[in-house]
C-alpha cells in the first residue's frame, strides 16, 4: 500500500471514529434537557443547558492547554483518552446522580478542547496541499452523518412515548455508550503515515519559518509561543470582525443543537409523536448540515464570486428559520415542565413546519461554516493554528453563554438575540471579505508576530 493511500485510509478511520462518538454525543445533546426534564421529579436536580454551559466553558479555556497535551502524548493517544471522557459522560445518564452529571460535564470540556486540537493534527499529518480540500471534505461528510444514526433511533425507539421511563432511558444511553466506546477504540487503527522523498522535501521546504522559530524549545515554550500569537491576533481589525460572526455561529449551533429538540419535545399539540420528532429534528439538521456543507464547502475553493453570497444565504435561510419557529413554536416551550406546554404561537403547531426548519438551521449553519474557515485559511495561510484556535475560543464562551441563557429566556428572546448577532455578524463578515485581498498582500509575513 502507497503512503497516499494509507493516508487517506487513515482519513476514514478518523472520521468513522468521530461519527461513531458523536452519533452518541450529538445524540446525547439533543436529548439530554427531555431526559433530564423528566427526571427532576427524583433526587436528581440538574439540567442540560447548564451542563452544556459548564463544557462549552470549560473547553474555551483548555484551548490554552490543548496544544502542551497533543505536544506531549500524541494525536492518536489524545483522541483515545478524550474519547474515554465522552463515553464516561453519557453513560452518567444510565444511573445519574448530580454530582456526577455535572463532574463529568467539566472533564468533557477538558477532553473536547484535547480532542479537536489531536482531530486537526491528525488531519494535517495525513493531508497535503493538493489533498487537503478532499480529505477535510471525507472527515466533514463522515462527523456530520452521526446526526442520522443515533436520532434515527430515538425516533423510532420513543415513538408515542409521552413520558421518558427509567428503562427507556437505560436502553438508550447504555446503547449510545457502546456506541461512543467504539469509535474510541477505532483510534487505535489510525497508523503513521509514511513520506515518500518527494513529499518529505515539500514539507521541509513549507515548515522552514516554523523550525526556526520552535528548534530547542520545549513543548511548553511552543505552547506559551502560540498562545502569545493567538493574543495578538485577538486585537487585530481582522480578527475583531469575524469575532461577531464567530459568536453567531455559536450561539445558534447552541440553538439548533440543543433548545430546539427541547422545544419540540415539549409541544403537548404534537400528541404522542412529540418525543421521537426529536430524533426526526435531529436528522433534518443533519441533512442541511451535510448538503450546505457538501455544496459549499466545494464552492470556496473555485467560487470567482467570492464568500459573501453564501454567507447572505446563510443568514437569509436562518432569518426564514426564525420568522417560522417565532410563528410555529409555544412561547415557553425551551422553559417548559415535565408536563409540556399546551401553548399556542400564532398558528396551530405544525409537525412538518417544525422539521422544515430544521432543515433550515443545519442548512445556514453550513453556510457559515464552510466560510469561516474558508476566510480563516485564507488569511493566516502561514500561521493558522493561533486564528483557529481564537476561532474555536470565542465559538465556545458563546454557546456557553447562550446555554446558561437558554434556562432562563423565553423563545422569542432567544430567537431575538441571534437575529441581531446575525444581523452583525454578517455585515462583518463582508468587510473582511471585501478588504482580505489587501490583508494579505499587506500581510504575507504576518506569521512573524
Keep these: 500500500m502507497n503512503p497516499e493511500t494509507k493516508k487517506l485510509l487513515n482519513i476514514i478511520v478518523l472520521g468513522t471514529a468521530f461519527m461513531f462518538m458523536f ?164 483510534f487505535f487503527l489510525i497508523r503513521t503515515p509514511e513520506e515518500s522523498n518527494s513529499e518529505e522535501e515539500d514539507a521541509d521546504a513549507s515548515t522552514d519559518n516554523l523550525i526556526e522559530r520552535t528548534s530547542g524549545q520545549s513543548n511548553m515554550t511552543r505552547a506559551v509561543d502560540a498562545f502569545k500569537r493567538s493574543i495578538k491576533l485577538c486585537v487585530t481589525k481582522e480578527i475583531l470582525l469575524l469575532s461577531i460572526t ?24 404534537f400528541g404522542t409523536e412529540e418525543k421521537s420528532l426529536i430524533g426526526l429534528s435531529g436528522i433534518f439538521i443533519g441533512i442541511g448540515e451535510i448538503l450546505g456543507g457538501g455544496i459549499f464547502g466545494l464552492l470556496s475553493k473555485n467560487n470567482r464570486f467570492g464568500r459573501n453570497p453564501v454567507v447572505m444565504l446563510g443568514i437569509v435561510v436562518h432569518f426564514v428559520a426564525f420568522y417560522l419557529i417565532f410563528y410555529n413554536m409555544p412561547n415557553d416551550a425551551p422553559i417548559a415542565s415535565i408536563h409540556g406546554t399546551d401553548s399556542i404561537a400564532f398558528m396551530e403547531p405544525s409537525k412538518e413546519v417544525a422539521i422544515f426548519c430544521s432543515f433550515l438551521l443545519g442548512l445556514g449553519d453550513s453556510c457559515f461554516n464552510t466560510q469561516l474557515l474558508s476566510i480563516l485559511g485564507f488569511l493566516y495561510s502561514e500561521d493558522s493554528a493561533p486564528a483557529f484556535a481564537v476561532f474555536k475560543f470565542i465559538q465556545s464562551v458563546c454557546a456557553a453563554i447562550a446555554y446558561f441563557y437558554s434556562n432562563y429566556l423565553l423563545l422569542q428572546w432567544q430567537l431575538l438575540i441571534m437575529a441581531v448577532v446575525g444581523f452583525f455578524g454578517t455585515l462583518s463578515f463582508f468587510t473582511v471579505e471585501w478588504e482580505a485581498p489587501a490583508f494579505v498582500a499587506k500581510n504575507t509575513d504576518y506569521s512573524s508576530i
Design 23 to 186: 452519533t452518541a454525543f450529538q445524540t446525547c445533546g439533543n436529548v439530554a434537557q427531555t431526559v433530564i426534564t423528566n427526571l427532576n421529579h427524583t433526587d436528581f436536580h440538574g439540567s442540560g443547558y447548564t451542563s452544556m454551559a459548564v463544557i462549552y466553558g470549560v473547553f474555551s479555556a483548555s484551548n490554552l492547554i490543548s496544544p502542551s497535551v497533543v505536544a506531549i502524548i500524541g494525536p492518536q493517544l489524545s483522541m483515545f483518552v478524550s474519547g474515554i471522557f465522552y463515553s464516561i459522560y453519557i453513560a452518567v445518564f444510565i444511573q445519574p446522580s448530580t454530582w456526577s452529571f455535572y463532574t463529568a460535564s467539566v472533564f468533557l470540556g477538558i477532553a473536547a478542547a484535547v480532542l479537536w486540537t489531536a482531530q486537526g493534527n491528525c488531519l494535517t499529518i495525513n493531508s497535503n496541499e493538493n489533498t487537503i480540500g478532499r480529505n477535510s471534505g471525507i472527515f466533514w461528510a463522515l462527523l456530520q452523518s452521526s446526526l442520522f444514526f443515533g436520532n434515527l433511533y430515538i425516533y423510532f425507539a420513543w415513538q408515542g412515548k409521552l413520558h421518558i421511563s427509567e428503562n427507556d432511558r437505560r436502553t438508550v444511553f447504555i446503547a449510545l455508550t457502546v456506541i461512543s466506546l467504539v469509535g474510541t477504540v477505532l
Design 246 to 269: 464567530t459568536a453567531y455561529t455559536g450561539l445558534e449551533l447552541t440553538f439548533f443543537s440543543g433548545v430546539y429538540g427541547t422545544c419540540i419535545g415539549a409541544v403537548n399539540k
